[in-house]
């Protein structure tokens, strides 16, 4: 048992995070190598022994290294888990106007998340030992409350999202990633059309015209996605307000000018 304890002592010593950069950024991602996710199992094992043993003598000993290794086990965990959900949240709530626009006191709150987040990994990785970071006072409290202001910001973009899709049902035919792309690009028809075969069927995509007076161009007709078919709508179509409307009055027009093209 003192042999097994002073392994212990030896191995964590040394066990440090592995490391990449989030992005361009100088945010590092922090996890446990496999191997060390494999000694840890190993040594919860082991000190659990020794606390069940007969020989109390070493029970002090490993049931402060039991303590240990649980934190070590739930920090990473949970650690892992808040980065996660953070690298997905982040480019919508930093980066998308469009997001920051509809949920403002969530884009606020996910800019303190954002700012606890980047301090707790850039101090883990300059610390680099595992088991000193986990085993920081009040570490596991302040993740959680992590966990749940960031669950709450994904629950209301959910909930965007969903709005979104209500008021244009064709948005279901997108992965979330597409119509957050197209939701932050709304004011920018061109970067929106870019997504156009996923929304509207067989459209491979439309023509673009300026429109006088305004700084946002019309659709002049729209090319077949199957065939190299061009179709000339009656009158252009502004593409004007936000992008669900102006999807909408899109799908209408194909609507009412193939209706009447083949009546």
């Known amino acids: 048992h003192e042999e097994t304890l002073a392994n ?75 980065q996660r959900t953070w690298s997905y949240l982040e480019p919508l709530f930093i980066g998308s106007e469009e997001v920051k626009r509809e949920l403002p006191e969530d884009a606020r709150r996910f800019l303190d998340i954002d700012t606890q987040v980047k301090s707790i990994l850039q101090k883990a990785y300059k610390a680099k030992n595992v088991k000193v970071v986990c085993m920081q006072p009040g570490l596991m409290q302040k993740l959680q409350g992590l966990e749940t202001a960031q669950d ?50 067989a459209t491979k995509e439309l023509t673009l015209q300026g429109s006088k007076g305004s700084d946002r161009p019309s659709a002049s007709d729209w090319v077949a996605g199957v065939g190299k078919e061009k179709v000339l709508f009656d009158t252009p179509i502004p593409l004007m307000g936000k992008a669900e409307a102006y999807l909408l009055s899109l799908l209408q027009a194909q609507i009412y000018t193939l209706s009447r093209l083949l009546s």
């Open 152 to 201: 709450k910001c994904k629950k209301s973009l959910s909930e965007f999202l969903d709005g979104k899709r209500r008021q244009f049902p064709r948005f279901y035919f997108m992965s979330e990633a597409d119509l957050l792309d197209l939701l932050s690009n709304s004011s920018q028809p061109q970067k929106v059309l870019v997504h156009v075969d996923k929304i509207l069927l």
């Open 8 to 82: 212990l002592e030896t191995t964590w010593s040394l066990v440090e995070f592995a490391m990449q950069w989030y992005k361009d950024t100088d945010v590092p991602l922090l996890r446990l190598e496999d191997e060390a996710h494999e000694q840890l199992e190993s040594d919860a094992m082991a000190v659990q022994s020794i606390v069940g043993s007969r020989y109390k003598h070493f029970a002090a000993g490993a049931v402060e290294w039991q303590k240990a290794l649980t934190a070590i086990s739930d920090v990473t965990t949970l650690l892992g888990e808040i």
